[in-house]
């Protein structure tokens, strides 16, 4: 079921929020055991909220975000190492994500933003680099696979670096966000429009 909603849901990926699936969080910890062999894989909703936003255009600290995540299909089992496709403001990123212990993982990547000087946009003004952590929190046993049913993760951009002569101010911006499996079938397209937010 998890490749046949892959299939369907990589046609386009990006921004148009279709309902999220009524998955609810186990309401009692599951045991580390299950936690470390949770898998990945498949369509996440993701909500989350901005925690900074310093000289960001268009994001604002305490700003509300809703987010879909894709981790494409990999290896049984918990990986070493998770690709994911995570959808931002006007983008979409590719991050590798590594195991770093059980149920937890994290990767860095980095993104081009568009900075406006003198009255000229360049599309390419600044590099933001960012990681993403993420903790497997909630799993399920489905036969001879654990699927992970929710987890925690951050998004921490520290600051930018100018690819132009401008001058600009300093900026950086972080976010955190609670993910859980999307709707079967989820389609997300993202919006052409540029924009410099990265949560």
């Not at 699927?147 to 101010?169: H, I, Q």
Request: glycine share 10%; net charge positive.
């Amino acid at each position: 079921m998890h490749a046949r909603r892959l299939i369907i849901g990589l046609v386009v990926l990006g921004v148009t929020p279709p309902a999220l699936a009524a998955t609810a969080a186990p309401t009692r910890s599951p045991p580390k055991q299950l936690l470390a062999r949770a898998h990945l894989q498949g369509f996440y909703g993701v909500s989350g909220v901005v925690t900074r936003a310093n000289n960001v255009p268009g994001e604002s600290k305490g700003e509300l975000v809703t987010r879909f995540w894709a981790f494409p299909a990999s290896c049984p089992g918990q990986c070493r190492r998770i690709v994911l496709v995570r959808q931002r403001t006007g983008g979409k990123d590719t991050v590798v994500l590594h195991r770093r212990k059980p149920a937890y993982y994290s990767g860095t990547e980095s993104f081009n933003a568009p900075v406006r000087c003198n009255g000229r946009l360049y599309k390419n003004g600044e590099r933001a680099k960012f990681t993403i952590t993420l903790r497997i929190t909630g799993a399920v046993a489905q036969n001879d696979l654990v699927e992970a049913t929710s987890f925690t993760a951050t998004y921490n951009n520290p600051g930018r670096v100018a690819l132009t002569r401008c001058v600009t101010l300093p900026s950086s911006d972080a976010a955190r966000y609670l993910g859980s499996p999307a709707a079967f079938g989820v389609t997300l397209k993202v919006p052409s429009r540029r924009s410099s937010t990265g949560s």
